[in-house]
Antibody
Framework: EVQVVESGGGLVQPGGSLKLSCAAS????????MHWVRQASGKGLEWVGR??????????AYAASVKGRFTISRDDSKNTAYLQMNSLKTEDTAVYYC????????????????WGQGTLVTVSS | QSALTQPPSASGSPGQSVTISCTGT?????????VSWYQQHPGKAPKLMIY???RRPSGVPDRFSASKSGNTASLTVSGLQAEDEADYYC??????????FGGGTKLTVL
């Protein structure tokens, strides 16, 4: 059974930092690209960023809204992806989802098939 | 990276069909056949319903179909059922290793 479980959310002050984790099981994590997507309360989904597999040099990409502040990494030995969030702003308040692209090459890298339940990040003073 | 444009709401009676549009630009929806659709029930994670414009993952009922013309993609739900009531989001690859989502459409089954 595939499982994707996010953790690490919480309350943080503006300008602060937080690191989210995404633990995966039930599929070949090391061969998968992992994405982060967020959703502010009552709002739509927003793509945050992606990290590719070792075969693709762990390449990362980010949305313009978080570039330079957020960093995605992964530890394949732990089947876990991370989202390091620095210089947090109130507008970063959202539920953060971790999701997988079925493959890290070809057409199957462009959509998301397994999602976690999300972890809530609240940026407030 | 502007969000794709979806109508805020759509509705239909049980058994009817409803179509939700998703309008982007030639840099995203119109430029790639990598449009996907997600269903999200309140408090739940999104669920993949359609990928690569019109392909259904196993387990998704064939009542769900989709297409694309130019910069606009569409999701059609036929034979509406009560459990189809949810928020629906389109997504597209937007080039340069970025993705974009639509603002979401709340589907109400009357």
């Amino acid at each position: 059974e595939v499982q994707v479980v996010e953790s690490g959310g919480g309350l943080v002050q503006p300008g602060g930092s937080l690191k989210l984790s995404c633990a995966a099981s039930g599929f070949t994590f090391s061969g998968s690209a992992m994405h982060w997507v967020r959703q502010a309360s009552g709002k739509g989904l927003e793509w945050v960023g992606r990290i590719r597999s070792k075969a693709n040099n762990y390449a990362t990409a980010y949305a313009a809204s978080v570039k330079g502040r957020f960093t995605i990494s992964r530890d394949d030995s732990k089947n876990t992806a991370y989202l390091q969030m620095n210089s947090l702003k109130t507008e970063d308040t959202a539920v953060y989802y971790c999701t997988r692209a079925p493959q890290d090459y070809g057409g199957n890298q462009y959509y998301f098939d397994y999602w976690g339940q999300g972890t809530l990040v609240t940026v407030s003073s | 990276q502007s969000a794709l444009t979806q109508p805020p709401s759509a509705s239909g009676s049980p058994g009817q069909s409803v179509t939700i549009s998703c309008t982007g630009t030639s840099s995203d929806v119109g430029g790639y056949n990598y449009v996907s659709w997600y269903q999200q029930h309140p408090g739940k994670a999104p669920k993949l319903m359609i990928y690569e414009v019109n392909r259904r993952p196993s387990g998704v009922p064939d009542r769900f179909s989709a297409s694309k013309s130019g910069n606009t993609a569409s999701l059609t739900v036929s034979g509406l059922q009560a459990e189809d009531e949810a928020d629906y989001y389109c997504s597209s690859y937007a080039g340069s290793n970025t993705w974009v989502f639509g603002g979401g459409t709340k589907l109400t089954v009357l």
